[in-house]
Structure formats: C-alpha cells, structure tokens
C-alpha cells in the first residue's frame, strides 16, 4: 500500500517536472541617453528632439525584446516610477555602486543601459550615369553604445556597439509603393529608430539566447525565432558548432568557448513563434543546438543607376 502511494505521487510530480517552462528573466531597459555632443536633426520637416529620440528609442527597443518571448521585460513606466521614487540617475551609465540597487528595486535580472551617440541625415550626392544628372539622396545615421548588466552582480555580461544606416531611395526598392502612398516624413522617421531598435535588439539576443536550430532535415532547419524579431524571409545566417569552453586559468571565468562554422542558411518563412530555413552549405554538418548568426548585408554606395520617375528620398 506504501510502495503505491510513493508511486502515484510519483506519477503526479512527473507533468510537473517536464511540462513547466523554464523561468524567464527579468529585463529592464533603463532610458538611452542622447550624448551631449549630438544636436537635434532633422528628417525633411520633421524636427528629431532629444526627448523623441530618447524615449522612441527605448520604447521601441522595449516593444522588440518583448516580442522575442525570452524575458519579462519592464515597461518605461514602471522604470521611470521606481527610479523617480529612489531618486536614482538617468546618467549614461548606470552609476557604480547602483547597479545592484536598480536590480533589487526593479526585479529585474538584466539591466540595459546605454547612450545614442551618433544620430544624423545627411545628403548624399549620387550620379546618374544614363540621365547625367547628379541627385542628392538622404542617408540617416544612428549609432548607439550598450551594456547589459547582470544585476545579482553588478558584472557587465556584453558590451557592444551598434552602427544603423538607412538609405531613403533603397527603402523605395525594399518597401512597395502601396505600402509607401500615404506615408509622411514621420514614417521615415519611425522606421529609422525601428531598425536601430532591431540592430541592438539582435545584438543583445545573440549576446543571451543566439538563434539556433531546434530541428534538422535533409534540406532545411527550423529555428526558435519567430515573427518580429528581426528574422525576415531572405535573411541569410551562419551556422556554428560550439566547441569546448575556453577557461581563463587566472579567474577561472568562462571566456566563452570557440566556434567551428558548419554551414549557411537562408530564412525562407517566418512563423509566430518559430521560422524555416533552407541548407545552403554544409548539410549533414548542421545539427540540433547550433547557433545561427545573422549575415549583415552592406549597404553598396554605387547601385545601379536608373532615372526616378517617382518622387521621393
């Protein structure tokens, strides 16, 4: 009779043990500060503020950690609350000795800080070798320094830097014109701060939880990013296989481990929760865990030159 209640509390531990989800950490995006040495710019009429560039920035960068469903993330609400309450600093990095402070005080495992320090439109003059004519064509700038901050410890888990250019004229070719007809100046305006939000977004993803493959077959992967977290059709990764990790004899820490690239894919469908791939390299060679790498796509200052016969960027 003992020997089958220890078996039927058995049984009932089991759902619990392998049906519950892995706890998700807590994030909290302090407010990115503009540097000092940035004016306010411009976007045709519309004027760039140091408040609009702040808190767009940070509200859409908010909005993308969200939506990879891989932290509890703060609102801006809750942080401006609690850090008005205790009085603690918008600086552009979190002050030593409050780290540990801001983390108790928000709940949050990871702190994001950081600065814009780059943010600009320039025109750029392009040649039009069939017309003969010399166009300018606006090119937007935006760079932002980071670090996420392990707040149990106050330790810096990665510091990194992200460089965002945006071409008006190519966003022609990238977004249809139906898409386009009715937008304003401010729609430019938005989608720049969109992908500088996406850029850093990836960044910090790749720095905590990379992409990487959940299932194999013969001729594609799935991977576990979905819809709205910078995975787009096209989009092409490389794939590595991580090796041992790399121990500093010194401290002991953990430096990381090397990396072996075993293949390419390329993004063919992106799902809510998961997107498919198709082998471009390197089948039989990917395997379940690996990690995916977003291949950056440079922007070429000489495209083909063909005359405008719409107006635009």
């Given at each position: 009779m003992?020997?089958?209640?220890?078996?039927?509390?058995?049984?009932?531990?089991?759902?619990?043990?392998?049906?519950?989800?892995?706890?998700?950490?807590?994030?909290?995006?302090?407010?990115?500060?503009?540097?000092?040495?940035?004016?306010?710019?411009?976007?045709?009429?519309?004027?760039?503020?140091?408040?609009?560039?702040?808190?767009?920035?940070?509200?859409?960068?908010?909005q993308f950690l969200e939506k990879s469903r891989k932290f509890n993330m703060l609102t801006r609400t809750q942080i401006n609350k609690v850090m008005a309450e205790n009085r603690l600093t918008e600086s552009y990095w979190a002050e030593p000795g409050q780290i540990e402070l801001m983390g108790k005080l928000l709940v949050a495992d990871y702190l994001v800080t950081g600065v814009i320090n780059r943010l600009e439109v320039s025109a750029v003059?392009?040649?039009?070798?069939?017309?003969?004519?010399?166009?300018?064509?606006?090119?937007?700038?935006?760079?932002s320094q980071f670090q996420i901050i392990q707040s149990s410890t106050g330790k810096i888990v990665l510091a990194d830097q992200v460089i965002q250019k945006i071409r008006f004229d190519q966003i022609r070719r990238e977004i249809p014109s139906s898409e386009r007809r009715y937008w304003t100046v401010a729609d430019y305006s938005d989608l720049l701060f969109t992908k500088a939000a996406t850029e850093v977004g990836n960044a910090i993803l790749a720095g905590i939880y990379p992409i990487k493959v959940i299932k194999v077959s013969s001729t594609g992967v799935v991977l576990n990013r979905g819809k709205g977290v910078g995975l787009e059709v096209g989009k092409q990764c490389k794939v590595v296989s991580q090796g041992e990790a790399i121990i500093d004899a010194d401290t002991g820490e953990a430096l990381g481990g090397y990396e072996e690239q075993v293949g390419i894919i390329e993004v063919t469908s992106v799902e809510g929760k998961f997107s498919k791939a198709k082998i471009i390299s390197g089948a039989g060679r990917i395997h379940y865990g690996d990690i995916c790498r977003l291949l950056q796509t440079e922007i070429r200052e000489n495209d083909a030159a063909y005359p405008r016969v719409t107006p635009g960027w």
């Open positions: 003992q020997k089958n209640i220890f078996l039927l509390i058995a049984l009932l531990f089991v759902p619990l043990a392998y049906g519950a989800p892995a706890k998700q950490p807590t994030m909290a995006v302090l407010p990115f500060q503009l540097s000092p040495v940035v004016d306010t710019t411009h976007i045709g009429e519309v004027e760039i503020t140091r408040t609009l560039a702040e808190r767009e920035f940070s509200n859409q960068l908010i003059r392009q040649n039009i070798t069939i017309t003969g004519e010399t166009l300018p064509r606006l090119v937007a700038t935006f760079k």
